[in-house]
């Protein structure tokens, strides 16, 4: 066990928070916040998405608290629902890891082709397979035993932190208050309905969700913390800085372009908004920081996910085999299955017609499978434990936090989340072979049913997909 002064603490963790947090998403926000809205209905969906996410990390806190035994974000879908919904929880986390790195590649490739313009479209076929080579090329190096270390990541988080905040001053320097109200609420005439925000709030939310994974970095490294509390407070307060980031950073350059003039961005939004800020050496002082920013979260994701299935392996939901660590300590096997799914959809990236947006869409719907399990079981143990002292907020602020997950989900990205179904197919037979092995049985019936709707909606989402219904 690692000693007292080894152990993490709060600012550190914050710092990993909000770093972990921190990759592509940032970068390119500003542009692709200004095709879904005008700058009064992004605010309004910064307060609902900030709330949400502060509901979600007020649970990720209690629940680090009061079930101080359970380790890792999927552990409380087990412990509340059963080993089935902790196999759909750990799913859907390691998927959201490596589908966010299919996201950060394609961002990485339009960075780069700022430097090379051959690189400029971020899935033309050479970009993907310059990045699928650098996929490749990470997963060996952590196959080798590289963690990212403690001073790797202060020089990575300084990187990536430098840019955005010279960008944020800049921007507040050069805010122009008669851009920023000219179109306010967007382009319309007359009076002002719901009906004419509501659709700008519902397109802002993938990319606003997309933003914040990560936090639950925090609740991961929790047994690498000074304490329990401390761990729950980072995860808070580091919520707090990103949501203050953000906001500042996509709301800012609405005061300085027009609303039409940043959706002609080319992306990544922030190297070209700041490069018309401050001239040609602007381009390239945000580039760099997005590459670095990005390789090194991109690093710390490859890790992830293959140690995601590492203790779903141990925790007995799918093979043994997973769990297995070659002689530098490294999950080979994990590390491999996680590269070549990496690799597939990439691919399919090729064809997609705007293949970020579908990339970090994919890992928003998966993970808020995961983060509505969270709520869930905060709901029911808040319940459970209904006389003690807090709880009944607790369950109030589970309520919350579940209910805004699933009506983000509804609203847009229930074909991203059908899509992610058919990821599941292959999970659930190893899950049900797992179970046999160790129970001598395979589903029960419960699990049986919602297997069986699970492969159902992947077999139609295919066929949708064959007859063009749903689009890349
Ligand atoms: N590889 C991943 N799972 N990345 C997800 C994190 C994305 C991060 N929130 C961003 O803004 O870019």
């Known amino acids: 066990m690692a000693s007292q002064s080894h152990k993490i603490n709060g600012v550190s963790l914050t710092a990993l928070v909000i770093t972990t947090a921190i990759g592509s998403g940032i970068f390119a926000l500003s542009s692709d916040l200004a095709i ?6 992004a605010l309004i969906s910064w307060a609902i998405v900030g709330f ?23 552990a409380y879908g087990k412990a509340g629902f059963g080993p089935f919904v902790g196999f759909i929880s750990g799913w859907g986390y390691w998927m959201s890891a490596w589908l966010g790195n299919v996201a950060f590649a394609t961002v990485f490739m339009s960075t780069l082709g700022y430097f090379f313009p051959i690189f400029q479209r971020g899935n033309s076929p050479l970009s993907i397979l310059v990045a699928s080579v650098i996929a490749w090329l990470l997963t060996l190096l952590v196959n080798h035993g ?67 994974v990560g936090i639950e970095g925090a609740t991961i490294m929790a047994s690498r913390a000074k304490s329990r509390k401390i761990a729950g407070r980072a995860t808070l307060i580091g919520v707090s800085c990103l949501l203050f980031i953000y906001a500042l950073a996509s709301i800012l350059p609405y005061g300085y372009l027009s609303r039409a003039e940043l959706v002609q961005m080319k992306q990544p939004a922030m190297v070209f908004i700041f490069e018309k800020m401050v001239g040609q050496w602007g381009g390239s002082f945000i580039s760099i920081g997005i590459l670095v920013s990005i390789l090194g979260a991109w690093l710390s994701w490859t890790m992830l996910p293959a140690e995601t299935l590492g203790m779903m392996a141990e925790q007995g939901l799918i093979p ?15 590390l491999i299955t996680t590269a070549s799914m990496v690799q597939v959809f990439m691919i399919v990236l090729v064809f997609a017609e705007r293949a970020y947006e579908f990339a970090y869409s994919l890992c928003t719907a998966s993970i808020v499978v995961c983060y509505a399990i969270v709520a869930a079981y905060q709901i029911k143990y808040s319940w459970q434990n209904r006389g003690q002292k807090g709880n009944r907020l607790q369950l109030l602020i589970g309520v919350a936090a579940l209910m805004f997950q699933l009506v983000v989900i509804t609203l847009s990205g229930l074909q991203y989340l059908f899509i992610c179904l058919v990821v599941y197919v292959p999970g659930i037979i190893l899950y049900a072979l797992t179970l046999k092995q160790n129970t001598g049985q395979y589903l029960n019936r419960l699990e049986w049913s919602a297997s069986v709707l699970i492969v159902s909606g992947a077999v139609i989402t295919v066929a949708l997909m064959i007859m063009g219904r749903i689009n890349l």
């Open 52 to 74: 949400g996410i502060l509901m979600l990390a007020a649970c990720l806190n209690n629940l680090l608290n009061k079930r101080s035994d359970l380790e890792g974000i999927f």
């Open 146 to 212: 590289v963690e990212s270390a403690t001073l790797m990541n202060t020089i990575i988080t300084v990187c990536k932190l430098i840019p955005i905040f010279t960008f944020i001053v800049v921007a507040i320097v050069l805010f122009n208050g008669h851009i920023f109200t000219t179109q306010f609420w967007g382009n319309f005439r007359g009076t002002l309905t719901l009906g004419a925000i509501a659709p700008q709030i519902k397109s802002s939310l993938m990319i606003m969700m997309f933003v914040f």
């Open 320 to 334: 043994k085999g997973f769990a297995k660590k070659n002689k530098h300590g490294a999950p080979t096997l994990a």
């Open 36 to 41: 879904a809205a005008a700058p009064g209905a």
